[in-house]
């Protein structure tokens, strides 16, 4: 029997927690009621006294959680821990945190279990917020300036491995300051967050959208040649500036201007898309809320930051100096959230010292042809945590540079065959352009890979065009289903509907699928219930150089 509350009744009160004896009868006996009560909101009536009634708080996703955890239970003195949610008396519910041990029990019953359920709804609320502002704008929840960055960088690789076209437009509301001075900023906050909404409805995956200011927001629009940029922008003005925004005050009108340059054609990155689009709106004579397009005469201004002018010299004294390293993301099952991998991703330390992604670099290395040197140096540190480690296992990415020139393709599949058993914890990430740019090279470098033991995966599978069946014959054991699909899927029917034919599809072949960009709790749970096997995203850790090896399986 528990003892009768004591002085620590106002210790757990404080951390909303509840020690309980749960009995072979399926019976609670709560060390104090009240503690219980109070973490449940219940102000008339017993505590739950039965699992019945404890489970009946819970959704059947939560249930589903707990009972996996006790079924752990096998042994005395075995103890589990799990976080769900459970619904409390006043219709509300909370994130809590079960754990105990298993006191006695019948074989693999257990009969009597001391535990303590917790209340840490606003731990998991901040860690769900983090995850979401590290993508997202926090008035708006449009993508942020450097989630926006990636998608525009997206599209540029996706225009120039395809011979495409696409366009960045930049919008300014030029009048928010004339709405602050007269209403003051909580309505000129309204304004913005009714703009984001109308922009939000407009675009459709896999364009993007993104707040880059305090004023201005970007597209990113697939498909999209620069001939167009005038009839979208008008198209753009009629639905933001056309209609007014209801207001205590009365209707709002805003003030757009609008420009625009192409990318891939003339903004070769994200930063030159965003540093063209400011010029063309800081040199355009013409009226307010009218379009100008970037054009290569006008004078780049207000420019931060250097243009990237990486040169050969600059890669090899990187890798000389051993300033490209490894960051670590987990990637989860998504059944369990039992970590399954990591991918490894590129990191750069410049010369000042920090330690940034390597996205611009990479792409320099692949303008240059030595970008098979970066993937040989990602495989020579991911060897070594291998050898370190020998519990995790790691996916790295390989370019188009190393699979398609037969002597990088050997030497690296050499490097791999040097790891011995560990290259069997290994998967190789290619991207389905280079899957199908040349596939019998790929074909070639996935069989050679797979006799190491090697895994073989299609990264970034939906953006481009191509057939699965296309993409089968190299016979991949995952793809990776591109995260311009997967945010906000939960709340983007369109998207489900995208996702699930995918997922059926690799079903089909007994291909596992991986959804990246996985940042919301409903995102994951929509995607579970989809039968997609893998879950990664800042959700479930970030990329980080020092991880927590011990979560490996």
Known sequence: MLSPPSDNHHALSLLEAAPFLLRKNHTFIWQDDTLCKSLLRISRGAAPETVGAWTQRLSPESNRERNRALSSLTWDGAQYSVTYQILMDDERKIWVHERGERLAGNGKMPTEISGVVINVDNSQTALSRAAYLAYHDELTGLWNLSRLKEGLDHIISHVQRYRSHALCLRLRV????????????????????????????????????????????????FETKEEEAESVAERLREA??????????????????????????????????LSQTHTALQSSKQPQSKHVAFTSDMAIVHRPLRRDNTTADDILMALNDRRISLAFQPIVDAKTRDLHHYECLL??????????????????????????????????????????????????????????????ADSYIAALKALGPAAKRVTLELTETVALEDPAMASRFSVETRTLGCEFAIDDFGSGYTTFRNLMAIEADTIKIDGAFIEGIA?????????????????TFSVKTVAEMVDSRADANLLKRLGVDYLQGYMFGIPSAAPDWRRAS
């Open 174 to 221: 030029s009048n928010l300051t004339d709405i602050n001075q007269s209403y003051g900023y909580e309505v000129s906050d309204k304004l913005l967050k009714a703009i984001a909404k109308r922009l939000e409805d407009m675009v459709r995956s896999p364009d993007v959208v993104g707040r880059i200011s305090g004023v201005s927001f970007a597209l990113g629009l």
């Open 491 to 507: 709340f983007t029917p369109h998207k489900e509907t995208f996702v699930r034919m995918m997922v059926d599809l690799a079903q």
């Open 240 to 273: 933001l500036s056309d209609t007014p925004y209801p207001s205590a005050h009365g209707p709002l009108f805003a003030e757009i201007d609008i420009a625009s340059t192409t990318l891939g054609e003339r903004a070769q990155s994200s930063f030159d898309a």
């Open 347 to 408: 990191r750069l330390r410049s010369d000042e010292g920090e330690v940034v992604s390597a996205g611009n670099f990479i792409m320099a290395a692949e303008r240059l042809g030595l970008v098979h040197m970066l993937d040989r140096r990602a495989l020579e540190l991911a060897g070594e945590a291998l050898r370190q480690y020998p519990d995790i296992r790691v996916a790295l990415n390989v370019s188009a540079g190393t699979v398609k020139d037969l002597a990088t």
